[in-house]
């Protein structure tokens, strides 16, 4: 057994094909070979990595749905049993007439955990999904707990301290970042791991699709907020990172002893949140 702490994860920054699962599902499995190579436990794919994103309406895009369990949970699952690793990815789920934009944690076990796109923006396939309908989770993935939501979702800060306050040690993003996003990319997601005292991940696509560029520059984020690790705007790329999830459970931080001490989460106010949680009054 690893005595360690340190766990190595990876983002693996791909060019999806919209429309061709199996073209995608062999690239997945062929990068996830290549990050367990390098020693990650944990590996995460893009935002619809499966099916790509750019579909032109709801019936274009249903037929390239899946459930969850289902053939590409099964695939992965057999490799993950094989690597001895964990794998994040998007996809569509199918529902019975109910479509989601997903995300599912598949591990050496099968499906761990998914998640269901919360907040939509009007863009892509997210402008004809249905909304996540299930609350934000934590799952054990190995020796970490994961927390994942979805691109658009990170934008609303309080999705990543509902993760926090659930006991993540990792926050998990499946993206895709077009042109005018660059400021997420930079600094969005550090922002979050800052504020929360969480390692973050975020694992976008590159590439052209129905007349949008994607930006890449996927990166790994530390407690502090830092960018340990990070990809460019435009190659397929793999980032890894050696994270010690005890850095996220510890939330106090001792700057100067008796001086200068801060925590996050103890120091909050909930009882003046109150309009953060109050129904939308404009649109």
């Known amino acids: 057994m690893n005595a360690s702490p340190v766990v190595r994860v990876a983002g693996v920054q791909m060019e999806p094909k919209i429309g061709e699962i199996d073209a995608n599902l062999s690239a997945i499995l062929v990068r996830l070979d290549r990050a367990a190579r390098l020693g990650a436990e944990l590996i995460v794919f893009p935002e619809c990595a499966l099916t790509g994103y750019g579909f032109a309406d709801r019936d274009e895009a249903m037929p390239f749905a899946e459930p969850i369990p289902g053939p590409s949970t099964s695939a992965i699952a057999g490799a993950c049993k094989e690597k001895g690793v964990y794998v994040v990815y998007g996809l569509l789920e199918r529902d019975g007439d109910r479509l989601f934009n997903a995300c599912v944690l598949v591990g050496p076990e099968g499906v761990v955990g998914s998640?269901?796109?919360?907040?939509?923006?009007?863009?892509?396939?997210?402008?004809?999904?249905?909304?996540?309908?299930?609350?934000?989770?934590?799952?054990?993935?190995?020796?970490?707990?994961?927390?994942?939501?979805?691109?658009?979702?990170?934008?609303?800060?309080?999705?990543?301290?509902?993760?926090?306050?659930?006991?993540?040690?990792?926050?998990?993003?499946?993206?895709?970042?077009?042109?005018?996003?660059?400021c997420a990319a930079e600094h969005m997601m550090a922002t979050r791991a800052m504020e929360n005292v969480v390692f973050a991940i975020a694992v976008n696509r590159i590439g052209e699709e129905r007349g949008f560029q994607f930006i890449g520059r996927s990166s790994i984020m530390s407690p502090g907020g830092d960018r340990i690790a990070f990809a460019s705007h435009s190659e397929e790329e793999i980032v890894v990172a050696d994270i010690d999830p005890t850095q996220s459970r510890i939330k106090r931080q001792v700057r100067v002893s008796g001086k200068h001490e801060i925590n996050r989460i103890a120091d909050r106010r909930p009882a003046f949140y109150g309009p953060v949680v109050e129904p939308n009054l404009a649109e």
């Open 115 to 182: 998640y269901r796109k919360i907040h939509l923006p009007y863009l892509g396939v997210d402008r004809f999904v249905d909304p996540g309908d299930r609350p934000f989770a934590v799952h054990q993935a190995g020796r970490l707990k994961v927390g994942m939501h979805i691109c658009y979702d990170a934008g609303f800060p309080e999705s990543c301290r509902v993760l926090a306050l659930l006991g993540a040690d990792l926050l998990v993003l499946p993206t895709n970042w077009p042109t005018h996003a660059e």
